[in-house]
Antibody
């Protein structure tokens, strides 16, 4: 069974960049079928998809409109992981952040594997 | 944007009784000619767990007391005989190919 293990700081200052990493075991970030996603959850915004990276002969990224311009998701094939960078954070970015696998059409692109979650607080 | 609205926001059901959660989308959720609704279960301090995809397909290992139904814009998750372990928040979710994923606001299920 594939697993995702998240790492990164739980406290970020306003205007700085939030950075998290998701290590993959039992699958490959270069999978020709799956995509690798970041989702966050907060009381005010609920569950919110942020973006994804995936490999189909070349690397692709897609980002939610709500964070476009502030978000970057990068794959690291040497470590079999992917990362989230969210810049210019404000207290509204305080949330639990999850990484998740979309295995493709077998689940209708639903997320079948999730990381354990990282509570990130934006505060000075 | 497609909006997913769940009802009720919470419900309390006696052990062994049926629990029914509804999810209504603001427009059709057809994707590749199939209803592209997923259902998740989330327990406190845990990530969501995928229960059902394609509106009706139970994931491996999910008890058969969980079932999904519906078509068009109206979908239902049914727990046929509520167990104590089913206390959780349940979410519906739709994927569309812009791409984007949208979730319902969640329904909290408790024991009466």
């Amino acid at each position: 069974q594939p697993q995702l293990q998240q790492s990164g700081p739980g406290l970020v200052k306003p205007s700085q960049t939030l950075s998290l990493t998701c290590a993959i075991s039992g699958d490959s970030v270069s999978s020709a079928i799956a995509s690798w996603n970041w989702i966050r959850q907060s009381p005010s915004r609920g569950l919110e998809w942020l973006g994804r990276t995936y490999y189909r002969s070349m690397w692709h990224n897609d980002y939610a409109l709500s964070v476009r311009g502030r978000i970057t998701i990068n794959p690291d094939t040497s470590k079999n992981e992917f990362s989230l960078h969210l810049s210019s954070v404000t207290p509204e970015d305080t949330a639990v952040y999850y990484c998740g696998r979309d295995p493709g059409t077998t689940t209708g692109h639903a997320f079948d594997i999730w990381g354990q979650g990282t509570m990130v607080t934006v505060s000075s | 944007d497609i909006v997913m609205t769940q009802s009720p926001d919470s419900l309390a059901v006696s052990l062994g009784e049926r629990a029914t959660i509804n999810c209504k989308s603001s427009q059709s959720v057809l994707y590749n000619s199939r209803n592209n609704i997923a259902w998740y279960q989330q327990k406190p301090r845990q990530p969501p767990k995928l229960l059902i995809s394609w509106a009706v397909t139970r994931e491996s290992g999910v008890p058969d007391r969980f079932s999904g139904s519906g078509s068009g814009t109206d979908f239902t998750l049914t727990i046929s005989s509520l167990q104590a372990d089913d206390v959780a928040v349940y979410y519906c979710q739709y994927f569309y190919s812009s791409p984007s994923w949208t979730f319902g606001q969640g329904t909290k299920v408790e024991i009466k």
